[in-house]
Structure formats: C-alpha cells, structure tokens
C-alpha cells in the first residue's frame, strides 16, 4: 500500500476517552498479571491507531502548510493531542499502581518503568491547555518560515531555496542569497520575538504547575533522560570548548588558506575555491544511487529501502508552501517510517538522505518491540542511528560525487566535527533562556552572541544586521519547536564518530553492532544503548580526547597538510 492510499480520520475524543476508561476498569479489576498484560497490548493497538492518524496530519501539514484542508486537520490534532496525553496518563497511573507491578517489570523490563516515572512527573492534567497553546503557538513559527517567499535572479524562492546560492562559487552571490535571508529575518524580527516570548513563558508556566523553579528540569523530564542530567551536560560542553574548537579553528584557517581570503565571513561557506562537491545528479538520480548502495550495504538496508521506494515513503522535493527541513515520522499501526526533506542540489541531498534513512531503517527494525514506549529510542539515542548511517555509507559516496568523492569526505567529517561547538552553544543558550525566563529579547540576543564568543569565536557576520546582533538563533526551528532537542545530535556525533573509527578497522563488527542496536528500539536508556552497542559513553573525556585525535589525524592525512 503506497502512502497516497493510507486510510485517515480524526478519532473521536468522547468515544476514545469512553473506551480507554473500561481497558482502565478492567487492568485495575483483573486477577493475573496475564490479564493485566493482555489489556497493556490491547491500548498498545489504539494508541498506534491514534499516533498514526495524528502523524499524517502532521506530515500532510508539513508537506503544504498552504492547504488549508492540511491546516484544519493539523490543528484538530494539535488541539487534541494533549487531551489523549491526559487519557494516556490515567492508564500510565494504572501501569504504575499494578498490584502484579513485579511481574510487568520482569515482561517489559526496567525501561519501561523508567519511562512511566519520567512521564508521571512530567505530566498534569492542568497542563492541558498550556501545552494547546504551545502548539498553536509553535506552528505560528512554523508557518511564517515555510511562508517565505524571496524574490532572487527571476525566482521566487523559499528559505531552503536560498540555499544552493549560499553555496555558490561566486563570493558576491554568496553575500547576496545571505542578505537577502538576513532582511526576511529582519523584516519578521518583531514577530519571531514576540513567538518566541510566548513560548517561553508557556513553558515556565508549565515548569511552575508541576512545582519547579523553572523550565529546566522539565524539559529533561520531557526528552526521557534518565540516567544523566544538567550537571553532566554542562560538564560536556566544557569538553567540546577545551577539544573540538581549537581544531575546527585550525579546519578554518586551512580554508581561508584554500580560498585566499584574509578573513571568512559567515557566506564562505566553501571548503574548496572551485566550489563545493555536489551530487552528479538531481532527485530521481540520487534515489537510484541510494538505491544501489542500500543493496550492497545489506539484506535489511536492500529491502527497507526498496520499500521504501515502491510504497512511496519519501517526499525529498523542495516546494513553495513545504515547511522546511528534514526530518523521519512513522505510522506506527501500518509498521512504516517516512522520510521528509528539501533537496536544494548541494551536498546536503545526500547527507539528510542518509540521516533520515538512519532513522527511518532503526524505526523499521524496531518495529516488533513489545511496547509502544520501545519503538523509538530517547532522542539523543534515535540521533546515533541517524548519523551513523552518514559514515557507515562513506564507501558509497562514489555513486553520489564520483570525481569529487573526497572533497565530499572531507567536508562532511569536518562539518560533523564543527557541528558540535555550534551544538552546544544552542543547549547552553536555552539553558540560559530558561533560566532567565523574564529576559527581553534584546537581551537574549546580547546572550547568544556572548556564547557564541565561546562556541564559535572569531565568527563575523559582515554587515548582515539581524545575525550581527546575536539572531542567527530564531532560524534554529528546534529552539522554537522542540526545547533542549539539540545537545542530543552532538553526544550522537561522537557516538556516530566511533562507528566511523570503527568502520574503517572491522566494517564488519561495526555493521553488526550498529544493525542490533538497531533492533532493541528504544528498550534501554541512552547510556545502556550505547555500552550494548560496543561504543563508550561521550561524557568519557577520554573517548572526546581519542575521537578528536583519531579525525584531527584523518584530517590532517587528507587535506590540512596539503
């Protein structure tokens, strides 16, 4: 069945609620962990059912955020989705009040109840129609970015539309598709504070119901981190100042030796004078190369993608109206992934293409996990399958890039590695934000480019005026969208690091171990998975030390020497 042909409505909350209730009287009534576990599996089924609806209208939403059929059934599900989570919480209370609670432990293990103590604290039924305004409010983001509609060189262009230019060889063109960007932030600026504001203070206010001092503790509450917290986030990001941003200083002082420029603005973003590599082929060529090295890979990645292909599960054309961005969503009752992006013919085709196929091919795998909770891992876990998958296909890149093969390497080891001081930068500005929830704007903006001063010194932005005066950060949709969702992609960076390591020692054992934690979902927290998949823990100072010497060393080899 191709996505086209999915069968979809909106559920009926009254009717839902009505039905949950009795499997709720039942679990609390019933005389045998059996029975108890028979009505777990049995919700498991409608709680597929109800994600899978609301996972269609969340795509067909961001497939054409201008159909105002997609809008009406996206907000009919925004405005609902955390009332189902309020029913989801009386049957989660049940779970936890078990009398046979040793018994649903021994079935579904620790995890599960790690899960089930993270939720309860996180949850109020009082908290209901905070979180409708924080979805209404969020996609008032959401559609003002996807609305943008920029005139350039006879075209009228989206932000992802902007893109290719931003990377074209000529510096003036470089400059021209960076201002023009820079003035439909500026011209939006009042706006995107004033949305800004109001998610955080939505979100403070949800922090104060549930009795913290601020948004903090529930944010990690909210990304399920169990077994660490601030204290080690903080910790972490003070590793990637002391090792990561001296070397990617060293990366951009070999660029502006390779482009001759005395200083490097925020527009070169070239990493060779004659341009970087791009895909020797549009979207119908890349999907074949993809094709052919998901077949060489492996029998799972053969017949996952295949699958994918034929029933139509990817959307990667870049349009006027398509919120922007890639990302994986699943339709959990069908047992299917899908996978979104905006292909703009850079480079970055190929790189969101094996990101999003790395989590699409864990959901896929996954996809028999006993319990709804298992399908998907905690997100700093779902971003090792995802970048990954970049390196574990490095052998492939031939078919995409053909002469230009190493140029492409090199970029994509050495922007993975300048990705994370910019990573962390973000989750330290939100931990700010959220500590100082009353902060105006001006002064928000007065903080990134404090932090930044850390993070990424040396940036210049030249005399583009909205990102000189620190709001590179309202384009980062997931400060917006999603809160503390950012440090989560650099502890998978080093992770992903150490399967490139080992890719090139044993491909073998690495397919392996990547491929089983594949398989086990998200039944252990982020720390377990990554001691199950044969990798060390990124809080480890050590492994940050080895894996910065082991890409400075690959770097070197290639190109810095040269």
Not at 79 to 98: H, K, L, Y
Not at 496 to 515: C, G, H, P, T, V
Not at 520 to 536: R, W
């Amino acid at each position: 069945m191709k996505y086209s042909q999915y069968p979809y409505k909106r559920i009926v909350l009254k009717q839902f609620q009505k039905d949950v209730e009795v499997m709720i009287n039942d679990f609390k009534s019933a005389q045998s962990a059996e029975k108890q576990i028979q009505i777990i599996q049995s919700y498991q089924k409608v709680q597929k059912e109800t994600q899978t609806y609301r996972s269609i209208a969340n795509l067909n939403f961001a497939r054409n955020t201008k159909d105002s059929k997609a809008v009406e059934e996206n907000k009919f599900y925004d405005e609902i989705s955390p009332e189902i989570a309020a029913i989801d919480n009386q049957f989660t209370q049940a779970i936890n009040a078990s009398k046979f609670k040793d018994a649903l432990l021994k079935k579904f293990g620790k995890h599960f109840f790690n899960l089930i103590e993270m939720e309860l604290k996180s949850f109020d039924p009082k908290l209901v129609e905070l979180m409708k305004k924080e979805n209404e409010i969020s996609n008032e983001y959401r559609t003002l970015l996807a609305g943008a509609e920029i005139e350039y060189k006879g075209n009228k262009l989206n932000l992802a539309g902007l893109s290719p230019y931003m990377q074209d060889t000529n510096r003036e063109t470089r400059k021209e598709a960076y201002q023009l960007m820079d003035n439909f932030f500026l011209e939006h600026e009042e706006k995107l504070d004033i949305i800004f504001d109001k998610l955080v203070k939505v979100r403070h206010q949800k922090a104060q119901v549930l009795n913290f001092d601020n948004f903090i503790p529930l944010g990690y509450l909210n990304m399920n981190r169990s077994d660490y917290g601030a204290q080690e986030v903080s910790e972490y990001r003070k590793q990637i100042v002391t090792h990561i941003v001296p070397l990617v200083k060293k990366i951009n002082d070999k660029r502006k030796e390779i482009l001759g420029y005395d200083e490097l603005f925020i527009y070169d973003t070239l990493y060779f004078k004659e341009g970087n590599p791009k895909p020797k082929g549009g979207l119908e060529f890349q999907v074949e190369q993809a094709k052919t090295m998901y077949t060489e890979l492996s029998k799972e990645t053969k017949d996952f993608f295949d699958m994918m292909v034929n029933e139509e599960l990817m959307d990667l054309e870049n349009r006027a109206g398509k919120s922007g961005g890639g990302f994986c969503t699943s339709f959990p009752s069908l047992e299917r992934p899908y996978i979104f992006a905006n292909f703009n013919g850079t480079d970055h085709d190929v790189t969101v293409l094996t990101h999003e196929a790395g989590h699409a091919f864990q959901g896929y795998q996954s996809r028999k996990q006993p319990i709804n909770r298992y399908l998907w891992p905690t997100y700093e876990a779902c971003e090792i399958h995802s970048m990954s998958m970049e390196f574990l296909t490095w052998d492939w890149m031939h078919l995409f890039f053909k002469e230009d093969t190493d140029k492409f390497l090199f970029k994509h080891l050495a922007g993975s590695l300048a990705f994370l001081p910019y990573g962390a930068l973000v989750d330290h500005f939100q931990h700010w934000v959220y500590e100082n929830p009353q902060a105006t704007p001006k002064e928000r903006k007065q903080q990134w480019l404090e932090l930044e001063n850390i993070y990424q010194p040396n940036k210049n932005y030249d005399n583009l005026d909205f990102l000189k005066n620190g709001g590179f950060w309202q384009k980062q949709a997931h400060i917006y969208e999603m809160p503390f969702y950012y440090i989560d992609y650099t502890l998978a960076q080093i992770c992903a690091f150490q399967f490139w390591i080992r890719m090139q020692e044993d491909k073998e054992s690495a397919w392996n171990d990547y491929l089983k934690l594949c398989k086990v979902g998200g039944s252990m927290s982020f720390l377990d998975l990554v001691k199950y998949a044969n990798i060390k823990s990124p809080f480890d100072p050590k492994v940050f030390e080895d894996v910065a010497n082991k890409i400075n060393h690959w770097l070197t080899e290639n190109i810095l020497q040269n």
